[in-house]
């Protein structure tokens, strides 16, 4: 795989801006603050999923979310 990841472009509506990442180890992300209603932690358990229909996941949460991110980018901002 190439050093940097794929692009992401997160396109903000209310100032019409973009951020472009080419590395997201790079990135610089704002501090968010916790906000009412908002989980602190979780404590995720998949097994359940495991034992009731055999699924296991095959690739990992980067993974998934860049691919996510790709297919975003293509299907969304194909003119940018």
């Known amino acids: 795989m190439n050093a940097v990841h794929s692009e992401f472009i997160d396109a903000t509506a209310s100032t019409g801006s973009a951020l472009l990442l ?42 998934g979310l860049r691919k996510f991110a790709e297919w975003y980018k293509s299907y969304y901002c194909s003119d940018v």
């Open 22 to 63: 080419t590395n997201f180890d790079d990135a610089e992300l704002p501090e968010l603050v916790e906000g009412a209603g908002d989980v602190p932690v979780t404590y995720a358990d998949s097994s359940a999923l495991q034992s009731d229909f055999g699924f296991t996941p095959k690739i990992t949460l980067r993974e």
